[in-house]
């Protein structure tokens, strides 16, 4: 049967053109997308700077002195009374001391706010890879249900023609033909919805990764390798984010509590004097200390502050890995009951596929009628198309499985 001119609406021819034309198949791989993804990611162009401004904080506190010098200047004069020409002119230097174990310290929490900067971008990662496998394997899905409905558009349209001989032949009644022309158009429904979702899905690829290039189909995109087990859930980018958090309210804990009062200070300077006109000035050096008074009650507020961060992210530590080591196992269950399902899909399809050989020649003999030829047709499309599916979902396993390891796509 020849297809109807413009029977398909634009949308869904354009929907045809993105999803197989040569152009946009390539084959392009999760860690490809990922990598795109990645460059686009905010946390990722501003690494950088954070870099630098964790290693200014490290390199901070390294310092000798826990802040800068400061400059102290004075003059004393009796021009505005007496006017007896007595002067007196003063400056110094004030530099601030560091307290009693403040700066091993801050070099700790220097450390730690690094090794946090660093945890908190690989979780980062781990969770936008969560977004480009869903998207990518979306695509996929997608894309076998499309290549499907071709396929079933293709057998029914066969199967059209042959009626339609048999028709003129006179050895099938009009009705016959009803059904086959029926079968037919609800085959190009199908394609028709199939072509829409798989535009949907190459939209979102296209959202998370930023490329227009989509990626080839089963059996020609690169999946991911399966994982090994022994790579236990604490190297898990969510669980090295809390334990870094919890390293640094440790540490921030450890530095306020040092913090109790303001830095003391060392005051070095001169003093160039004189106690009448006429005399000469008289010089003489001036070396202090400067020692705060009082208990800082802004070290308790950062104390009590760490200890609620620490208590959450050790609270959240062994929640984490209680549910990682599930998702894991929950991941790993998945994939071999979906192993188990596509060698059974795939025995289902092979009998299908001579099944519907079987009948295809008996119909073209006459020996058995049109809906046992049309409900051999179905089950063999549905067998190819639980089969595919069940490939797909395979390998979309896998990756489930790496993503909840908290491995990045490779």
Known sequence: ????????????????????????????????????????????????????????????????????????????????????????????????????????GAQGAAASEASALDARLLVAQWRLAAEVREAYWGYQRALVAQQLAESRVANARQLAQDVAKRLRAGDLAKADSHQAEGALAAAQAAMAEAAVACMQAARAWTG??????????????PSETRPRLEQVPTKHPAYRELEAKAELARKQMALASVQTRSNPEVVVGGVRERDDRGERYAQSLVVGLRIPLGKSYASEAKVASASAELVEAETHLALEEARMRSQVA??????????????????RAVLARESRGFYEKSFRLGESDLPTRLRVELEAFEAERQAARSRVEVQAAVSQLRQALGLLPE
């Open 1 to 104: 049967m020849r297809r109807r001119k413009g029977s398909l609406p634009g949308i869904l021819a354009a929907a045809l053109a993105l999803c197989m034309s040569p152009s946009h198949s390539q084959t392009l791989s999760i860690k490809q997308g990922f990598d795109a993804a990645w460059a686009r990611q905010p946390e990722n162009k501003a690494a950088s700077l954070r870099r630098d401004a964790a290693a200014a904080v490290v390199a901070a506190a390294h310092r000798w002195t826990p802040g800068p010098p400061s400059l102290e200047a004075g003059v004393k004069t009796d021009q505005f009374n007496r006017n007896a020409g007595v002067r007196e002119y003063e400056a110094g230097i004030a530099v601030p001391l560091w307290l009693p174990g403040e700066r091993d």
């Open 208 to 221: 998370t990764t930023g490329l227009q290039e989509l990626p080839a189909g089963p059996g020609q995109a």
């Open 330 to 347: 929950t991941a790993n269950a998945t994939l071999a009951s979906l192993q188990d399902a596509l060698d059974a899909a795939e025995r």
